[in-house]
């Protein structure tokens, strides 16, 4: 039996006065049109591309804001174009702290890459620690209508016992872990890399797409307001001293503004290494080679070392199956490239809001079916190709040889960097480019989908 939500902690317009000429669809036994899974970026992206559009969203949350999330903090342009699309005001008079470009260092090669100027997407990146950005985003989410219940765990997915569709979820609620359920015509999983939803409806991830693991630690640091996001193509592995390895990955320095500089790495599962490598040893030796005055030692340390799994290349699917869409890290959305996840947790969650509003408005069953399998298509069709590029490039980088050979000849080159810059960030315009944007297009236009 559906139990009312216990919390309903709704801020902002009502979801009536949101809806406008828009009815609600849900039916008086549901709790909203939509369930989001989940408040991070994915979450609170689908929720307010969905209370835009009139819809009732419940969005449940385990955690209390504002609350940590182990991650780099840092944003491209692709981000920020997706919290410009949601109507977040990106400027610096409003307190971000731009980037313009990145700077790569290894194989004795420091070099700046300024971000590309293009159509598609704004000339600068942000930093902005999770703990704050995540709250700004679920604020943001609740001020476009849509209602928040937090210290809400979703447990699994409530099927039809007929249909096999899902048609709400059950919760534990609060400190005394109650027992709730929610329905909903649609239901959104934004849970990240747990997947717990997903898994509750067997739908296991792939393991022949590239995982990623990273760790991260703040450090107080004279370089907090360096406006490069700085990464370290060599990293390695000196457990075994007769043979170091290098590391399929990279290191990473940003500056976040606030007297700290968030310091991480990131290795794919594509190298041997994967699993057997102690990576905070190796976050150790990689700081302890940088220069003392920079500040990334132990005493200077903010916090503890965090790490997360980093699902990339989609490596979860179908995005979208009776009634239950992925979206971000729980669809596998991490860029096999570079281990970004943000921009594309908020572009696959536009995506999924186009097609949730277009289905709920569509009078019979087998038409809003018709507009829910436009999802995986579309995803496909914007990131399908430069995905499958991308876990081809990360099998090849997780072979010690051939990364040995890219980073000793291809760092020095400043005109490939452009391009390796260009194509491992994402960023080039599919249409109208200059020539390197119509390689990389052409490429991933022969790619077939991952
Ligand atoms: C060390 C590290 C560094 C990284 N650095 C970067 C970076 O610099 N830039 C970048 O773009 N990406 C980075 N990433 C990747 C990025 O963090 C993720 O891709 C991104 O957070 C995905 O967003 P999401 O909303 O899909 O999932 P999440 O951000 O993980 O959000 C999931 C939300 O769901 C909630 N939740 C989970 N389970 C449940 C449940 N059962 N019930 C209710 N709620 C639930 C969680 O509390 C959380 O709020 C990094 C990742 C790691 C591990």
Redesign the pocket.
Known sequence: MTQQPHSRETTGPTAEAAAGAVPLRRRPEEDADVIV???????SAVATHLARAGLDVLM????TFPRE???????TPR?VKELIDLGVDTREEAGWLHNRGLRVVGGGVRMELAWPELASYPPYGVVRPRQDF?DMLARHAQAAGARLNQA????SAITDDRTGRVVGVR?KVGRERTEVSYRAPLTIA?????A??ALSVGLEKRDDRPMGV???RYYTSPRTTDDYLESHLELWDRSDPANPRLLPGYGWL?GMGDGTVNA?L?ILSTSKAYGRTDYRALMRSWLDGTPEEWGFREDNAVGKV?????PMGFNRVPHYRDGLLL????GGM?NPFN?????Y?MQSAKLAADCVVHALSRPTPASREHALSRYPVALRQQLGGYYRLGNIFSKLIGNPVIMRTATKYGLPIETLMRLVLKLLAGLYDPKDGDAFDRMISAAVRMSPSA
Request: hydrophobic fraction near 45%; proline fraction near 2%.
């Open positions: 899974v989940g408040a991070g970026p994915a979450g449940l949350e385990k955690s999330k182990v991650c780099g903090d840092g944003l981000g995540d809400t765990t979703v447990v919760a934004c849970d990240g890399v747990s717990r939803l990273a760790v991260r940003f991480g990131g965090g790490g997360a799994a980093l979206v971000g890290d729980a991490v281990g970004e996840g943000i921009a947790a």
